[in-house]
């Protein structure tokens, strides 16, 4: 079968770096995004990794290592707005729907 | 510009009655894809559309499951005969091209009781 694994919660306080992790088992690997989704609200683009090595956007990096099938998003200086779930999704072939692990719940406290 | 749209946010229907979900994806947008959420889950894929290709339904739980896409456009997904299984909030993403990043909706919250 084809799977994702995310640890379920992470807890952290304001201004800290937070790494939630992802492996992935599926049948072809195209690429890695990752989304986040606030309580009733729709998931948000956030990162993608097609290639081994680290992404940044502002406070969020994500990285990939596709000979170990994993990554990880980096959200560094918390704020209290980061709690949220955060999702990874794998793209086994180009344009085909995303596979999602079950999701991270953030939070993050003052 | 305006984002993924769904309708309604909501819909509460009785067991065995048939419902019908509304997605209006980004304009020019040619994929657009449907996904379901369970309370507490990640998001499972149901249905890929790709402009006048053949849709993918590979994740379509059951054959009471059924989508359509008018004119590489607006898409609707209808469940018949609904469960109390089929309570979720279902989900409507688009992207440029079949290649490019998806962009959600805020979702219809179903419940059938």
């Known amino acids: 079968g084809q799977s994702l694994e995310q640890p379920s919660e992470v807890t952290a306080v304001e201004g800290a770096i937070v790494q939630i992790n992802c492996t992935y088992q599926?049948?072809?690997?195209?690429?890695l995004s990752w989304y986040q989704q606030h309580d009733g609200g729709a998931p948000t683009f956030l990162s993608y990794?097609?290639?081994?090595g680290l992404e940044e956007t502002g406070r969020f990096s994500s990285f990939l290592s596709r000979s170990d099938s994993y990554g990880y998003l980096l959200l560094q200086e918390l704020q209290m707005k980061d709690s949220a779930s955060y999702f990874c999704a794998v793209s086994t072939v180009a344009g085909t729907a995303l596979i999602f692990g079950k999701g991270t719940t953030l939070s993050v406290s003052s | 510009g305006a984002g993924v749209s769904q309708s309604p946010s909501n819909k509460v229907t009785e067991k065995g009655k048939d419902v019908e979900l509304r997605c209006d994806p980004i304009s020019g947008h040619t994929a657009l894809y449907w996904y379901r959420q369970s309370l507490g889950q990640g998001l499972e894929f149901l249905i890929y559309f790709q402009g006048n290709s053949a849709p993918d339904k590979s994740g379509l739980p059951s054959d009471r499951f059924s989508a359509e896409r008018t004119g590489g456009s607006v898409s609707t997904l209808t469940i018949q005969r609904t469960q109390q299984e089929d309570s979720a909030v279902y989900l409507c993403?688009?992207?440029?091209?079949?290649?490019?990043?998806?962009?959600f909706g805020p979702g219809t919250r179903l419940t059938v009781l």
């Open positions: 990794n097609a290639l081994d």
């Open positions: 993403a688009s992207s440029a091209t079949s290649a490019d990043t998806q962009y």
């Open positions: 599926t049948s072809g690997f195209y690429g």
